[in-house]
């Protein structure tokens, strides 16, 4: 190919994506993986897109709204182009209203949803038997439902990007030379070298366990979440159940008696996949940075390169406009990055 305008070492969600938006507009691209696409993180199972709730509104909360907005026209021009699906929809989620305590929070977070969601989204509170057997079980009978959150297939998602990165004649190389502008996209390891070069905490990998049951659920059936799970339904006739959090761990792609213990929540927490067989266990670490927010900008040790990592449990969710806040950034020096976004919110000070 022609002299690359911007190399992007990382194949994950975040350096994929940067580099659709800079191919839209025109810049020459390479992208830099030697494990290939999706091969950290971004290759896991669940893929949940849900929103923060709304009520204590920040910088972050809303920049998650207006990623959230933008996901549908994003993802589907990428489908359109590279001609394979993410598996994307815009399904909601249901969550069940176990006492008077949530109830109460439900009641306020619906009203806050008016204004914060600006009338794009609804947060409603429905009776349980009003849905089937395709839900959370409730102890009052009452469940929370949004119309924001949406779901997306890491692995297809990973690979319809590739495909439409392909058809803009930007490459997915395992080997090559950085040319132009450089941004990391590397992950939680990313995230480790930078701790080590600096000799501070910037951020940290967080091991994940998630599960993959057989399980037809409708196309527009909402996602799950109950007992700190998230149950989504894919395209393809699965349903993914997310996941273990592990901050400690030895070994970050196997798999334990922890997923088991997941597995068998789900199943009481949602009785209709009681029977589902289990076809995949999947381990990954998910790089979280020091601030809790994706760590995106100018690089703090590389003049001149740019940095995008820290997503995290939401990085599906931001990646539209990180994407673009991105290529703002790098290709026209438009810096609109929120300051908890920027990579200075996660390094702490040595005063």
Known sequence: ????????????????SIAWSCV???????????????AGSSGGVVGALAPHTPENWNDKKQFQFESLMMAEEYWRTIEQIGGKSTGYARSGRLQPLNDDRALELAKARSLNAIELWQGRARFDIINASDVGDWAPKSESGLL???????????????????????VKGCQVIERG??????VEATGWRGLAHIA??????????????????????????????????????????????????EREFDDPDSVDDQIDDVIARARASFPILQNAPVIERWAGVRPRSRSRAPMIGHHPLREGAFIANGGFKIGFGMAPKIAEVMADLILDGCDTIPEGFRPEASIRSRS
């Open 24 to 38: 839209q507009r025109g810049a020459k691209v390479q992208v830099i993986d030697p494990h290939g696409v999706g």
């Open 144 to 166: 929370a439902s949004d119309t924001l959150s949406g779901r997306m297939h890491p692995r297809m998602t990973c690979a319809a990007l590739q495909a439409a990165l392909k």
């Open 196 to 245: 080590e070069q600096m000799d501070q905490a910037v951020g940290n990998g967080v091991k994940g366990q998630a599960a993959v049951l057989k399980y037809p659920a409708a196309q527009d059936a909402p996602q799950l979440f109950a007992d700190a799970l998230h149950i989504i339904p894919h395209e393809d006739g699965t349903v993914a159940i997310g996941s273990t959090t």
């Open 1 to 16: 190919m022609a002299m690359a305008d911007i190399t992007i070492y990382g194949a994950g969600i975040f350096g994929l």
């Open 177 to 182: 030379t950085p040319e132009g502008i450089i």
